[in-house]
């Protein structure tokens, strides 16, 4: 019995203090429906309350009314003492029985606010309570965001032309959205695609800069000067397309339902990707002449190549290795892109 009023008391301090924030704040801000109380609990637990405010206002009366002629025989001191005490304790059992009548199942609430906590809704059988758990732990199928950053190199290999040469630190930064797609509740598998915006820019070094001659094509040169910046950055819309894989275990949400997380825990994903050039702007910055030119440098309009991730939780670690040439037709032969970087997931 003092259990069960114990938590009566709780949740009905929690509703109370709900309404009185709701009447005293006026700040307009999110609730998580995890923190409410089921409105079929609610509503059962105050009833509870009433009923056991009326029984307690009853006998209160009656414990009064036989104190009042307890007075009336003044009795001494240490005698009116004992008497009170047995009247008090002989009330007290006796509303602890009117309580106990009223059949108030404790379990029955605690098991609904449970239910109410997980599915955010009030279920009335367990058949709603199961569709409810299969819809919550159905199949991931979503779109995130993501944050790449990684070192960029030209591979080659007859490291011989003026860029291999006269290259510096090379950088790839990417944002776009991924898409996650989980096979089924219980699958280790999923597809993976999405779309992103990706930049790459090559650095030179030795006071060298990129260059076009008469006939548009591109070339290395001497900066008349010494150069604080010498980049030529490219922009790409990029799509990747492969597959992923969860190594984390099974587990069980109740009723015979199992589920597999996809976007949490250690992953392994491989892909191949393709991408369109959308722009390329060539910087440079020295003691002499300063400019930027957005013409063509004969960078390869369409790139495409293979990508390795590992993954745990939001974090990354992904190498990808271009299959195109990163210029066209004859210009830097064989120089081929490889990222080594770091991801987040948003």
């Known amino acids: 019995m003092i259990k069960k009023i114990i938590m009566m008391g709780l949740l009905c301090l929690f509703s ?31 009833e509870y309350a009433l009923k056991i405010n009326a029984i307690i206002q009853e006998e209160k009366v009656l414990m009064e009314a036989e104190l009042k002629v307890l007075q009336d025989k003044n009795l001494d001191k240490t005698e009116f003492s004992l008497q009170k005490t047995a009247i008090a304790d ?3 059992e ?18 609904k606010q449970v239910r109410f906590s997980l599915l955010n809704s009030d279920t009335t059988s367990d058949a709603e309570l199961k569709a409810n ?37 090379n950088s790839n ?37 990129f260059a076009k001659d008469g006939n548009q094509g591109v070339y290395v040169e001497n900066y008349p000067g010494n150069t604080d910046k010498s980049k030529l950055r490219t922009a790409y819309l990029m799509v990747p397309f492969g597959l992923q894989y969860n190594f984390s275990k ?54 495409y190549g293979g990508q390795l991730t590992f993954s745990y939780n939001s974090i990354s670690v992904f190498v990808k290795r271009d299959f195109s040439n ?21």
Request: charged content about 25%; proline content about 2%.
């Open 16 to 46: 109370t203090s709900q309404m009185y924030a709701q009447k005293s704040l006026k700040i307009n801000l999110p609730s998580k429906k995890e923190s409410e109380i089921s409105p079929i609990v609610k509503e059962k637990v105050e």
């Open 90 to 92: 002989r009330f007290s």
């Open 94 to 111: 006796k509303i602890d029985r009117r309580i106990e009548a009223l059949g108030f199942d404790l379990d029955s609430v605690i098991q």
């Open 133 to 169: 758990l299969l819809k919550k732990y159905s199949a991931t199928r979503n779109v995130s965001g993501y944050f790449i950053y990684g070192v960029m190199t030209l591979t080659n290999n007859l490291p011989d032309n003026d860029l291999d040469k006269n290259i510096g630190y």
């Open 173 to 209: 930064l990417e944002v776009g959205l991924k898409l996650n797609h989980q096979f089924s509740r219980t699958s280790p598998w999923g597809l993976i695609s999405g779309i992103g915006l990706s930049w790459r820019t090559v650095r030179l070094e030795n006071n060298m800069i």
């Open 250 to 303: 099974l587990k069980n949400a109740g009723m015979d339902i199992q589920y597999r997380s996809y976007s949490d825990g250690f992953r392994i994903a491989a892909n191949v990707y393709g991408g369109v050039q959308m722009s390329t702007n060539n910087i440079v910055r020295g003691n002499r002449d300063d400019y930027r030119n957005r013409s063509n440098y004969q960078v390869n309009p369409f790139v």
């Open 326 to 346: 990163y210029f066209k037709d004859q210009y830097f032969k064989n120089d081929k892109a490889l990222i080594i970087g770091l991801g987040i997931g948003l």
